[in-house]
C-alpha cells in the first residue's frame, strides 16, 4: 500500500514538473524527455515507461523543429511576445497531454484529474513567462529578452533531468514552480500597471494623483 502510494505521489510529481515546464519550453520539454528515453540515459521507472511515447521518431522530429523555432524567437524582443500569445492554447493543450501520457488509462477519474491539473500547470507557468517577458520588452536595453530567455532554457533542462531522474524530488520541484509562478505574476502585473499609469501621467492622458496637486 505505502509503496503505491508513493507511485502515485511520484507520477503526479513528474506530471505536474513536466506540465509546468512545458508552459515555459514545450518543444524542448518533449525532445529533451524523449531524447533521453530513446538512448537510455534516463532509465524510467516502471511506473513512468509511459513517457517512452516521446521517443518516438516522428515526435523527436517535430519537437526538434519546434524547439529550434522557439529558441530563435525567444532571442528577439517582441518576437517572443508575439510567439508566446500564438502558444497560449498549444502549451497548456501540451502540458495536459504530457500529464494524460503518465496516468494509468484504464482508470477515467485519474485521466480527467490529470488532463486537467496538466493544462493548468502549463497555463499558469506560461502566463508567469508572458508577463516576464512583457516587463523585459519594456527595458531599454537589448541583452536582457536574451539573457532571461537563455536562463529559462538552462533551468528547463536542469529541472526536466532532476525531475525523471528522481521522481521523489518532482513533486517537490513542481510545487515551488508553481508558487514562484503565481507570486511572479502577482507581482509583475502590479509592476506592469504602475507603468502603464506612469507613462499615461508623463504623457498627460491621465490627472496626476491628489495628493500630487498643488493647494486651492
Known sequence: MGSRILGIVEILGVAGSLSLLAGWRLY???????????????PL????????VLANPWVLGVAAVGTLAEFLA??????????????SVIRPLGGALLALALVDAS???WQVIAFLLGGG??????????????????????????????????????????AIAYPPVAIVIAIVMAVAAVVVIIALRRLLRNIKA?????????PPPADALPPA
Not at 525567444?74 to 508575439?82: L, R
Not at 502566463?127 to 516587463?135: E, L, N
Request: hydrophobic fraction near 45%; proline fraction near 4%.
Open 198 to 206: 506612469t507613462l499615461k501621467r508623463a504623457l498627460g492622458d491621465e
Open 121 to 162: 500547470g502549463a497555463l499558469l507557468s506560461h502566463g508567469a513567462k508572458a508577463t516576464t517577458r512583457a516587463v523585459v520588452n519594456a527595458s531599454p536595453e537589448p541583452f536582457s529578452n536574451a539573457v532571461v530567455s537563455t536562463g529559462e532554457d538552462v533551468a528547463t533542462g536542469g529541472l526536466l533531468a532532476l
Open 45 to 52: 521507472p516502471e511506473h513512468l515507461a509511459a513517457l517512452q
Open 74 to 87: 525567444d532571442k528577439i524582443a517582441w518576437v517572443d511576445s508575439i510567439w508566446d500569445m500564438i502558444h
Open 107 to 109: 482508470d477515467p477519474t
Open 28 to 42: 524542448l520539454t518533449i525532445l529533451a524527455t524523449g531524447t533521453a528515453m530513446h538512448f537510455g540515459w534516463l
